[in-house]
Nanobody, 128 residues
Framework: QVQLVESGGGLVHPGGSLTLSCAASGHGFSSNGMGWFCQAPGKERVFVAAIGWDGGSTNYADTVKDRFTISRDNAKNTMYLQMNNLKPEDTAVYYC?????????????????????WGQGTQVTVSS
C-alpha cells in the first residue's frame, strides 16, 4: 500500500508560479507511474499530468502543456508539479495518485480510473 501527501498549494496571482510536491510512503512508489489530477468546485476530477516509473515518459493535458512540468525523485519518494504562468482557471484542489498497472512501452495513463491510491489534495487558488 502507498500513502500520498501533497503539499505546496496556496494563493497566487495570475502569471505566478507554484511547485506542488507529493511525498509517498509504503511500497510501490519507485516502480509505478504517478499522476496529478485536479478538481474544481462542482466539476469532475480531471487529468493534469502523469509520469512513468523512471521519469522517462510524461503526458500532459492540453490545457497545461508548456506551462506545467511533472518530475519525480525516486530516491526521495517524491513527485513534483512545477506550475508556471498560472491562470484563474487553474484554481482547483490538486491530487496526486499512483497507477499500479504495468503498461508496455512509454505509455502513461491519463485515465483516473487507472489510479489506485490518492492523496488528500492541496488547494491551488489563482486570483488577483
Amino acid at each position: 500500500q502507498v500513502q500520498l501527501v501533497e503539499s505546496g498549494g496556496g494563493l497566487v496571482h495570475p502569471g505566478g508560479s507554484l511547485t506542488l510536491s507529493c511525498a509517498a510512503s509504503g511500497h510501490g512508489f519507485s516502480s509505478n507511474g504517478m499522476g496529478w489530477f485536479c478538481q474544481a468546485p462542482g466539476k469532475e476530477r480531471v487529468f493534469v499530468a502523469a509520469i512513468g516509473w523512471d521519469g522517462g515518459s510524461t503526458n500532459y493535458a492540453d490545457t497545461v502543456k508548456d506551462r506545467f512540468t511533472i518530475s519525480r525523485d525516486n530516491a526521495k519518494n517524491t513527485m513534483y508539479l512545477q506550475m508556471n504562468n498560472l491562470k484563474p482557471e487553474d484554481t482547483a484542489v490538486y491530487y496526486c495518485a499512483v497507477d499500479l498497472h504495468y503498461w508496455s512501452g512509454s505509455y502513461v495513463s491519463s485515465n483516473k480510473e487507472d489510479y489506485t491510491y490518492w492523496g488528500q489534495g492541496t488547494q491551488v487558488t489563482v486570483s488577483s
